[in-house]
Antibody, heavy 121, light 107 residues
Framework: EIQLQESGPGLVKPSQSLSLTCSVT?????????WSWIRKFPGNKMEWMGY???????NYNPSLKSRISITRDTSKNQFFLQLNSVTTEDTATYYC??????????????WGQGVMVTVSS | DIQMTQTPSSMPASLGERVTISCRAS??????LNWYQQKPDGTIKPLIY???NLQSGVPSRFSGSGSGTDYSLTISSLEPEDFAMYYC?????????FGAGTKLELK
């Protein structure tokens, strides 16, 4: 069974960097698919942040492009989110998810349970 | 970015009731429309992909339809576990974008 699990600090100070890890079990992230970060803000708005592909290429939401980096550690089957210069507007629950290319369109088929991150001094 | 307008934002409903949630895209999305359910514990799972394809393991009381800019999710007969948040999401063009969500509440 494929499982994704986010981890990282729940509290980050303004202007600092937010760093999260997504640990994947049941599937090797270099075997296929894209691996995304998505966040849900208080008030329920959801935003796709970006992905790293099985080959290591990345694609980011233009709204975040100057602040975001997604990387991976293939030896640990993990991928990471770094978001720089955070503000209180970055307070959200962060999810990692797999992008399934179904042949009938792409969708997020496996999700982590989410990790809540608060940006506050 | 393609804007997704989801209605209603909340919906009180009764067990056994048939409900429909709507989603309108700001431009045509060629049926690249997905639906997700978020439970109160925060877990999210896909229900429907490419407008009407049922994700494996999802009960057949869930169905999706639509074309062009207008799409809908229907639950034919509400079960207790269906009271949750529902989101539409387009993947026709990048960045993928989500609707604002519909909270299905017990009446």
């Amino acid at each position: 069974e494929i499982q994704l699990q986010e981890s990282g600090p729940g509290l980050v100070k303004p202007s600092q960097s937010l760093s999260l890890t997504c640990s994947v079990t049941g599937y090797t992230i270099t075997s296929g698919y894209d691996w995304s970060w998505i966040r849900k803000f208080p008030g329920n708005k959801m935003e796709w942040m970006g992905y790293i592909s099985y080959s290591g290429s990345t694609n980011y939401n233009p709204s975040l492009k100057s602040r975001i980096s997604i990387t991976r550690d293939t030896s640990k089957n993990q991928f990471f989110l770094q978001l720089n210069s955070v503000t209180t507007e970055d307070t959200a629950t962060y999810y990692c998810a797999r992008v399934n290319y179904s042949g009938d369109g792409d969708y997020f088929d496996y999700w982590g349970q989410g990790v809540m991150v608060t940006v506050s001094s | 970015d393609i804007q997704m307008t989801q209605t209603p934002s909340s919906m009180p409903a009764s067990l056994g009731e048939r409900v429909t949630i709507s989603c309108r895209a700001s431009q045509g999305i060629s049926n690249y429309l997905n639906w997700y359910q978020q439970k109160p514990d925060g877990t999210i799972k896909p229900l429907i992909y490419y407008t009407s394809n049922l994700q494996s393991g999802v009960p057949s009381r869930f169905s999706g339809s639509g074309s062009g800019t207008d799409y809908s999710l229907t639950i034919s007969s509400l079960e207790p576990e269906d009271f949750a948040m529902y989101y539409c999401q387009q993947y026709d063009s990048s960045p993928p974008t989500f609707g604002a969500g519909t909270k299905l509440e017990l009446k």
